[in-house]
Nanobody, 127 residues
């Protein structure tokens, strides 16, 4: 089992940047594929980005491609989401998620594919 603690949210102006972190407990972080999701008020939770166990494969929602970067440091048990060129429509609560997997190169983009979730952090982008 893994516990996830998300940090790094806040208020930023449009065009600005934020970096979210998701720290995982346990010694087996490298056996988990990781993902970021977000949920805006009144909307469903949606996929943002995913990364494989090794970090060698990544995948992004079209809405954030070219602006957001997901990365991980397995030595620090942490996954990051660097968010640049932020837009007001990026305003949401951001969650990280983990999925135990045997496949080092696989990533996952569906909510139901993830076993564990962090508590979420608010990101607000003002216009």
């Amino acid at each position: 089992q893994v516990q996830l603690v998300v940090s790094g949210g806040g208020l930023v102006q449009a065009g600005g940047s934020l970096r979210l972190s998701c720290a995982a407990s346990g010694r087996t972080f490298s056996t988990y594929a990781m993902g970021w999701f977000r949920q805006a008020p009144g909307k469903e939770r949606e996929f943002v980005a995913a990364i494989s166990r090794s970090g060698g494969s990544t995948y992004y929602a079209d809405s954030v491609k070219g602006r957001f970067t997901i990365s991980r440091d397995n030595a620090k048990n942490t996954v990051y989401l660097q968010m640049n060129s932020l837009k007001p429509e990026d305003t949401a609560v951001y969650y990280c998620a983990a999925r135990l997997t045997s496949y080092s190169g696989s990533y996952y983009s569906q909510r139901w594919e993830y076993n564990y979730w962090g508590q979420g952090t608010q990101v607000t982008v003002s216009s």
